[in-house]
């Protein structure tokens, strides 16, 4: 058989987007592996995804479109084929936009491909065109996002390969070596050079553990953290005011603000020594370049906006954007012009259609507020078209997205490559495409690389990307806008049809040839380094004449975790643990959960929790417990270990609900509340109670 190698692309939702190669031996994919030659993947891929092919080949791939036999719940189903399916769909869509209107419509995805046509184009044209809800889709990253982007202006950040050339790298809300890993030779390539790496985290993760220092920190307080820090800078005159200056807005109100929060009073609030601050802030001022990688677990809070604006401002004040390696990085998909607008038609949208925020699901499925559970929506949702996720894990609270699931009345379809907890609850489930089957192109938030992915093998059984789903339901339905038509290659060409410096020299026919092309930016890229910020004002905004508009406080705050003793005490007295459920090590969210070898690397679904809160608890190592809040519970095995600070629990998570033992995961006691800015979700905004289980 003749052996041939293809180029790709990991499609998952982590910054690293590796470029990866694979060996097909006559149909059959026999090998997946980091391409050598690229210069961020390195010729390596991750825990999860050096497994791939044991998700391409599972036993449990869902290969053929299936109609609900049984009740919902019971994922009980028989096999018709993809004419009966879209039949189906399209009539029962068509019935439902006639009786309720179009907005009784909502499409639920997000990024189990971060592929930019099978992430979002033909998908947003078909239910643009349909006049369904739209969905905002703030299930990970608007919060830290929105913060950001009014400070420095967009996604940008310093050039991750450059960090190699930073004498300090602080880690803050990240597990770099789980969500991240190809980031770590860089640093280490620094520490060979002198620098130190501080690693800031509630949780003392891989990445505390190999880190030269670390510094525990309270859940929610990294904005008072970044406060007291430019509190003593400003104090002790150790930024740079040339930089300040010439590249930053509301300096003089910065100050003022930051005398309200000295290292003394911000150590109450962080749990943090005030020495420690006080050292961290001189390193941060002094021992240029200074790096700080944030990652969007520091956002998912109440004030979580806050707290990424907050961090945001501190390169501007030491002057550290100057310097390759210098800055702060939350993501880099700013860096790449695409053309959004060509992908998702949203001149197909009619006017006044209203939005609905997927971290509220359960809201809009029961329609039912869970603040004073009045309803919400008129119309109702009465269809639910779910792929690329995985609510009846992923969502929050987690208990009212069943119940809504449960509905006899609410027609759900989902385009899914396995048996997820969520297909249990459709009405037709249909086969998707894994990342080896379908054509795709990519842009990435942890480098600068624009990335080809080509089919390595046909579709296995009949599955069907995205892309050509929605072209064929497009049909069904009846629309005969010439959007619907494009090919997978011409939307491809729409993305990166913008005329933009970074792009020059860049086509679609150089793309093919390459695979992967750096974007075109200096090398180190330094964003920043003249000023020139995205910001209306073109400077780093201390002082943001946007967020006053906005309702917001213009200056950086600490806002406190809605799920604490200092907003809600009453709730703190019956609930004194906060519960944080970052990535499992061999998951990537719900992905890579159902996969037997990252089952067996994980064992089980756990809480770790201190010795402290554990012995006030009678609670052993090893014993089986009940986490739980007024919300909902889940029993996990008890870890004990001086990891984690008391009153803080983590639970490595998204384990999928049928894989655990109560038939529950984390999410049983996470709530909808949203944060500050950008109306993310809050997960780790979470106070619970654990006991022993009976």
Known sequence: MSIRTIAAVCPHDCPDTCSMTVTVEGDRAIKVEGTPNHRFTDGFLCTKVSKYLDRVYHEGRLLYPQRRVGKKGEGRFQTISWDEALDEIATRLKHIAKEFGSESILPYSYAGTMGLLNYGSMDRRFFHRLGASLLDRTICATAGATGYKYTIGGSLGFDPEAIKYAKLIVIMGSNILTSNVHLWPFILEARKKGARIICIDPYRNRTAEAADDYIAIKPGTDAALALAIMNLIIEERLYDSDYVEKHT??????????????????????????????????????????????????????????????????????????????????????????????????????????????????????????????????????????????????????????????????????????????????????????????????????????????????????AMSNTNLFRALAKRMGFIEDCFNDSDEEIARQAISLKHPAMEGISFERLKQEKS???????????????????????????????????????????????????????????????????????????????????????????????????????????????????????????????????????????WRKFSKDGRNVNETTSQEITDMGAGATFYDNLVEIEPLD
């Open 249 to 462: 807005l509301g300096f003089e109100k910065l100050k003022e603000r930051v005398r309200d929060y000295p290292p003394e009073k911000v150590s109450q609030i962080t749990g943090i020594e005030q020495t420690k601050i006080v050292d961290l802030a001189r390193a941060i001022a002094t021992e240029q370049p200074v790096a700080i990688r944030i990652n969007y677990g520091l956002q998912r809070h109440k004030g979580g906006g806050m707290a990424v604006r907050s961090l945001a401002c501190i390169p501007a004040l030491t002057g550290a954007w100057k310097y390759p390696g210098g800055g702060i990085l939350l993501s880099t998909s700013g860096a790449f012009p695409i053309n959004n607008s060509a992908l998702e038609r949203p001149d197909l949208i009619p006017s006044g259609t209203r939005t609905i925020n997927m971290s509220r699901l359960g809201e809009a499925l029961t329609n039912r507020s869970p603040i004073d559970g009045r309803p919400v929506f008129t119309p109702p949702v009465k269809a639910l078209f779910v792929y690329n996720s995985n609510p009846a894990a992923v969502a929050p609270d987690a208990a009212a997205v069943i119940e809504g699931l449960m509905r006899e009345d609410l027609f759900t379809i989902v385009h899914e490559q396995f048996y997820t907890d969520t297909t249990d609850y459709a009405d037709i489930v249909l086969p998707a495409t894994t990342q080896l089957e379908h054509f795709d192109i990519h842009k990435a938030y942890g480098h600068f690389y624009l990335m080809l992915n080509e089919p390595a093998i046909a579709p296995i059984g009949q």
């Open 517 to 655: 092309i750096r974007l075109n930016v200096s090398d180190p890229y330094l964003p920043f380094r003249d000023g020139n910020f995205l910001t209306p004002s073109g400077k780093c905004e201390f002082y943001s004449e946007q967020m006053l508009r906005a309702g917001l406080d213009p200056l950086p705050t600490y806002i406190p975790p809605i799920e604490s003793e200092e907003v809600s005490p009453a709730l703190f007295s019956k609930y004194p643990i906060t519960l944080l459920s970052p990535p499992a090590h061999s998951f990537l969210n719900s992905t890579f959960a159902n996969v037997p070898k990252l089952i067996k690397s994980e064992k089980e679904p756990v809480v770790e929790l201190n010795i402290k809160d554990a012995t006030e608890r009678d609670i052993t190592d090893g014993m089986q417990v009940r986490v739980f809040n007024d919300r909902g519970q889940v029993h996990l095995k008890a870890v004990i270990s001086n990891r984690v600070k008391p009153g803080v629990a983590v639970a490595p998570s998204i384990w």
